[in-house]
Every structure is written in C-alpha cells, then in structure tokens.
C-alpha cells in the first residue's frame, strides 16, 4: 500500500492576494510584494489584517475597483469621468462632497444597469 500524498500548498502571485484583498498592489510593502502568498496566508490575513493592510482599506490609494464601489460607479464610468490613478479616501471623499457632473450621471447609469438587470433576472 502506498501512503496517500501530502496535501500540496495553494500558492498565488503576490498582486493576486492584493486584489483579493481589495488594495493596491504597488503600495504594499516590499516584503509582500517579493514573495508568493499561500491560501493560508491569505485567509490569516483577511481574518486578522496586519496594521499595514488595515492602513490601506481605510486610507488608501485604493485600487480602481474600490473606487468604483466606493462612488457608486462601474470602472468604465471612472475611464469616463477621467479617473485613471489610484485615488486616497480622502479624495473620494473629497469628489463625493464635489459631485460632477460626470459623477452624477455615471451614479445614474449605474442604478438603471442594476434595475435592468434586476428586471432580466425576474424574468
């Protein structure tokens, strides 16, 4: 009889675990970004956020699709409305207080692509 094999590590790419962690990847620190991430790793770090990773939910720059969520957009609204770098808390903030134009009518859009698609699902 042959003994059963050791369970393999899962492994992903350090920007990976970033996206799933919802942060920017370029404003991790160095000693995240040299190596990979384990499955174990990442839960530990969902379940119990190091100072560094609850600094950046909370004060950025956040990456374009927490922007998105956080002013209520899609991303392409964002190209649209022209925000193309990573944004800090403070600036959402700021562009909320603000409401554009741009803002406003992509908030809009955004709500008809959910009713519509709230509508296709009732069917």
Do not use: C, Y
Not at 1 to 16: D, H, R
Not at 50 to 71: C, E, M, S, T, Y
Not at 73 to 101: H, W, Y
């Amino acid at each position: 009889m042959t003994s059963p094999k050791p369970k393999s590590v899962q492994t992903m790419k350090p920007e990976t675990a970033a996206k799933k962690l919802g942060v920017l990847f370029s404003a991790t620190p160095a000693e995240f970004q040299a190596g990979v991430v384990s499955r174990d790793e990442l839960n530990a770090l969902q379940a119990k956020p190091p100072v560094w990773l609850a600094d950046l939910r909370r004060n950025g720059p956040h990456p374009k699709q927490v922007i998105a969520a956080k002013l209520g957009v899609s991303i392409s609204g964002l190209l649209r409305g022209g925000i193309t770098t990573p944004l800090t808390t403070a600036e959402i903030d700021a562009l909320k207080a603000e409401n554009p134009a741009w803002l406003e009518r992509e908030r809009s859009v955004q709500a008809e692509a959910r009713k519509e698609a709230l509508r296709l699902k009732q069917r």
